[in-house]
């Protein structure tokens, strides 16, 4: 892996898979943001190891530090995603990397920024869109806040990661982040739009 | 629609998974013979009855695991080692 510490560089450009298409604003309620250009890392290390100790979190459930915009998803047995800024990714990935040297199983950390899209769906409407396009259950008792899930939605392998507080000034609304492969994030933008229209859906693109 | 319990995820579609195939013991390459190997990969055994499978769950936790299932109700069971 190339010395990411080193990089004094302007920040890498992420750019959005997804063309948002013409903007439709409903009341506020309900909004879907394109997040495709947040810093994403995949981490991959044995379950109960130290640098699951590290993460903090396991498959199902996510971590955030207090006042920390770094967000840790646990997506599966022994595989991590962590989201967070492209500007801290850097400093990020060489403390993940220093966790596991001292993790005697095999470890790998890959920034998959490029490689996937993401995007917000935020509304107490929220779960009701999802539950047009995937057959989880999203009630809180199962997927309550700081819950994750991959499943099917919209026939799309995709991380679904309750995650209120990351809401735009909307701590009291429900918030799920919608991780997918790049190459079906446009498809998968598309089904939640279409999902949302009777929902009041508004729509915003990716901002950088 | 039929519902495979995964040890990891809980209860799923199956469209989630690949179907990987019976279980069966793999023979030890160093002391088998043509016809036993031919037989492990190829032959299947095929029951009207409880057999136990390997699954795949591609759309979720991306974990290989095992499962006992009825062929004829396809009725589902844990295996004794599923993980
Ligand atoms: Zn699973």
């Keep these: 892996m190339s010395d990411t510490s080193s990089y004094s560089g302007p920040a890498p450009v992420a750019r959005s898979p997804i063309t948002p298409g013409p903007t439709r604003v409903g009341d506020g309620a309900l909004s879907l943001n394109d997040e495709s250009s947040v810093g994403k890392l995949l981490v991959h290390a044995p379950v109960d190891g130290p640098m699951a100790g590290a993460l903090g979190t396991r498959f199902g459930r996510t971590a955030r530090e207090a006042g920390d915009d770094t967000l840790v998803v646990g997506s599966g047995p022994g595989e991590w995603l962590v989201v967070a800024s492209v500007q801290d990714l850097p400093k990020l990935t060489t403390w993940l990397e220093q966790q596991g040297e001292g993790d005697p199983g095999l470890v790998s950390v890959v920034d998959v920024t490029h490689g996937r899209a993401m995007m917000r769906l935020t509304g107490q409407a929220a779960a009701d869109v999802l539950a047009k396009l995937t057959a989880v259950d999203l009630s809180d008792s199962v997927v309550p806040d700081g819950g994750a899930f991959r499943s099917s939605v919209a026939r799309v392998a995709t991380d679904v990661i309750r995650d209120d507080s990351g809401g735009i000034a909307t701590s009291d609304r429900p918030s799920y982040l919608l991780h997918c492969e790049r190459s079906s994030g446009q498809y998968l933008w598309d089904a939640v739009v279409d999902a949302g229209g009777e929902f009041g859906l508004t729509t915003r693109g990716a901002t950088s | ?83």
């Design chain 2, 1 to 83: 629609m039929m519902l495979v319990p995964c040890p990891w995820c809980g209860p799923r579609n199956v469209a989630e998974f690949r179907y990987v195939g019976e279980s069966s013991a793999r023979p030890d390459p160093a002391t088998t013979s043509a016809s036993d190997w031919r037989t492990y990969l190829y032959t299947r055994r095929n029951p009207c009855d409880w057999i136990k499978e390997t699954w795949y769950h591609r759309m979720g936790c991306r974990q290989y695991f095992g499962l006992e299932r009825h062929t004829m109700t396809n009725r589902t069971r844990p295996a004794e080692s599923s993980r």
